[in-house]
């Protein structure tokens, strides 16, 4: 059975950092480009981060985000431990939302329907 499992969410104050992973079970995700998305209430799951694979597409993982979250949140990811990781500073009330990841076989891409495999999903909520 193929998983993704996000952890990391919380409440935090604006200005500060969280580090949300999300680590992978059942298969290699070796050649899956890797993103994350959220969901804020009453609102459509946007794109906010996205990652490559390694030879391919681009030299190294390439990276790509949203413009509302660029040059705050970098996300990362480690083959051997099936791992894809998030690291969120200067957090701000409006990244409150539910963070989710996901994998896209040999894609790498900002459109979650061309994602098959998601988490759970994991909640951030940030205080003013």
């Known amino acids: 059975q193929v998983q993704l499992v996000e952890s990391g969410g919380g409440l935090v104050q604006a200005g500060g950092s969280l580090r949300l992973s999300c680590v992978g079970s059942?298969?290699?995700?070796?050649?899956?480009?890797m993103g994350w998305f959220r969901q804020a209430p009453g609102k459509e799951r946007e794109f906010v981060a996205r990652?490559?694979?390694?030879?391919?597409?681009?030299?190294?993982?390439?990276?790509s985000y949203a413009d509302s979250v660029k040059g705050r949140f970098t996300i990362s990811r480690d083959i051997v431990k099936r791992a894809v990781y998030l690291q969120m500073n200067s957090l701000k009330p409006e990244d409150t939302a539910f963070y989710y990841c996901?994998?896209?076989?040999?894609?790498?891409?900002?459109?979650?329907?061309?994602?098959?495999?998601w988490g759970q999903g994991t909640q951030v909520t940030v205080s003013s």
């Open positions: 996901a994998a896209a076989y040999t894609k790498y891409s900002t459109d979650s329907r061309d994602y098959t495999y």
């Open positions: 059942g298969r290699t995700f070796s050649n899956d480009g």
């Open positions: 990652i490559g694979w390694s030879s391919g597409i681009t030299s190294g993982y390439g990276t």
